[in-house]
């Protein structure tokens, strides 16, 4: 992710920096002062304050994110296609509280002084662009797989839906990589040049503006036009679904009254007796197919609900980054370094927001974690809601 440093904090000034982002770094290396215009130079004191806040959510984002994989791996209820996604989301996570925040704040409170080797560094931020990436993916996938849930909603797409699941997750990671794997590793072997110090770390091609401008689109504006494009037609398919519903509503009304006079008629005169059995069916099968339209529908909603939350956080995560970066590239001091670093950093604090998210639309997920936190007592179900027995 985007890193602004002043080099000349190498020699005493400490320094706010920002974490390397995914997709993006458009710091230009200068010996002056010309990368901080803006002169900010951050305590000791607030950094101390910073590292306090952070290490809480941190921790939050690894048990949050491991009771999510430990439930899905527990509960075979819970291997549908949204949850594997939703498994592949938990697991970037938990990889970011685990790679990503520990070492870019161990970095940051040693005055942005890069102590683990050039190689590593590499690895660091690919490793760290790949979770991002995924995350921006499965975001996506789960849209895609609520719009499929609710467009063939009377065909049994169960076991077809879970093996894509799977094989759609597995070429998220696939692709994750190939997007970010040539350029992070492999830049300044193209260029023949290496611009940045051994004591720093950041990706090479920062100096390139039309390749950062390009990745900054990809980050945020495109993932963000296809969940806009795919919320707006499940809400649509679920509106048709409601229409649907009530019409049916109707007519079994009507139905229901006329079966109701055959059925009189029947017992007055048994010649009815067969056309009014097959009625009784016709109508039983119709009854049925409308039980499972409104189930459907039903869970459609709660469904669409789940991903609308999912889908504001995702935004309210990353706007103000994009839009921080978007004025950055063309306006180097109208972005002041703490407030790049606060963008930087709730990107990754909605790593350990996912979670409650799970929890709070899933009863399944909200049983488990409470199993697990309650250190396995036996649970049971009473209406929605877990009770700890």
């Known amino acids: 992710m985007m890193h602004i440093t002043d080099y000349s904090s190498k020699q005493g000034v400490t320094t706010f920096s920002l974490e390397k982002t995914m997709y993006a770094n458009i710091t230009t290396y200068n010996t002056t002062n010309e990368v901080l215009d803006n002169g900010y130079t951050a305590s000791r004191e607030l950094l101390v304050i910073a590292g306090i806040v952070i290490v809480p959510v941190i921790v939050i984002t690894l048990i949050g994110n491991i009771l999510t994989i430990i439930s899905f791996i527990r509960d075979r209820k819970l291997h549908e296609s949204i949850n594997i996604y939703i498994l592949n989301l938990a697991i970037a996570d938990f990889l970011i509280g685990t790679i990503s925040m520990p070492i870019y704040l161990a970095y940051t409170l040693d005055d942005s002084v890069w102590i683990f080797g050039y190689q590593f560094c590499k690895a660091y931020l690919l490793l760290d662009l790949i979770f991002t990436s995924v995350s921006l993916e499965v975001m996506?996938?789960?849209?895609?797989?609520?719009?499929?849930?609710?467009?063939?909603?009377?065909?049994?797409?169960?076991?077809?839906?879970?093996?894509?699941?799977?094989?759609?997750?597995?070429?998220?990671?696939?692709?994750?990589l190939v997007l970010n794997g040539p350029a992070t590793l492999f830049w300044?072997?193209?260029?023949?040049?290496?611009?940045?110090?051994?004591?720093?770390?950041?990706?090479?091609?920062?100096?390139?503006?039309?390749?950062t401008v390009v990745v900054a689109i990809v980050a945020f504006p495109i993932p963000f036009v296809i969940l806009t494009v795919l919320n707006t037609i499940i809400f649509w398919e679920i509106r048709k679904l409601l229409s649907r519903r009530e019409v049916l509503s109707n007519l079994s009304s009507l139905s229901n009254s006329r079966d109701s006079t055959l059925s009189r008629s029947a017992s007055i005169n048994d010649v009815h007796a067969c056309a009014t059995s097959v009625n009784f069916v016709h109508l039983h099968r119709r009854n049925s197919l409308r039980s499972k339209e409104i189930f459907h529908t039903r869970h459609g909603k709660k469904a669409a609900k789940s991903l609308a939350i999912l889908t504001v956080v995702y935004v309210c995560a990353w706007l103000p980054y994009a839009i921080a970066i978007v004025i950055y590239s063309f306006c180097r001091t109208c972005v002041s370094v703490p407030v790049f670093e606060t963008c930087t950093w709730l990107l990754w604090f909605k790593s350990a927001i996912n979670p409650f998210l799970y929890a709070y639309n899933c009863n399944r997920f909200r049983s488990n974690f409470k199993y697990f936190l309650s250190c396995g007592r036996r649970q049971k179900y009473i209406g929605d809601g877990p009770v700890i027995v």
């Open 140 to 176: 996506i996938l789960i849209s895609f797989d609520r719009y499929i849930f609710l467009k063939h909603w009377s065909r049994n797409y169960k076991d077809q839906t879970r093996r894509n699941a799977y094989i759609r997750s597995g070429a998220a990671w696939i692709i994750a």
């Open 188 to 211: 300044d072997i193209w260029t023949g040049e290496n611009s940045v110090p051994l004591d720093d770390c950041e990706v090479q091609y920062r100096n390139n503006y039309a390749y």
